[in-house]
Nanobody, 127 residues
Framework: QLQLVESGGGLVQPGGSLTLSCKAS????????VGWFRQVPGKEREGVSH?????????SYEASIQGRFTISRDNAKNTVTLRMNNLKPEDTAVYYC???????????????????WGQGTQVTVSS
């Protein structure tokens, strides 16, 4: 059974950086497509980024974070990280990682495509 645990959230000033980690247990995470989503109260969960399974490592980013966030794998640690730079107040949300094996690239941001979810980590960007 795949279990995902996010870490690295916190409070940061605008323009600051955070690195979120999604660590898997029970399975080899590189065998899964991994997505990062975020959610604020009253809104639907929004796809932020994804990295495909296998060695090709197709990556996608939501338009508003393009150029500021970077997703990557650390297979030795069975982890996917999301490096977030130049954070803005509108990036404030609970961030979730998710994993699945049936995620197609053109639908990477559809939450229902993912089978496993972490518990989420809060990111707050405020001065």
């Amino acid at each position: 059974q795949l279990q995902l645990v996010e870490s690295g959230g916190g409070l940061v000033q605008p323009g600051g950086s955070l690195t979120l980690s999604c660590k898997a247990s029970g399975v080899t995470l590189r065998d899964y497509t991994v997505g990062w989503f975020r959610q604020v109260p009253g809104k639907e969960r929004e796809g932020v980024s994804h990295i495909s399974l296998g060695e090709g490592y197709t990556k996608s980013y939501e338009a508003s974070i393009q150029g500021r966030f970077t997703i990557s794998r650390d297979n030795a640690k069975n982890t996917v990280t999301l490096r977030m730079n130049n954070l803005k107040p509108e990036d404030t949300a609970v961030y979730y990682c998710a994993a699945g094996t049936q995620v197609v690239a053109r639908a990477w941001n559809l939450a229902h495509r993912y089978d496993y979810w972490g518990q989420g980590t809060q990111v707050t960007v405020s001065s």
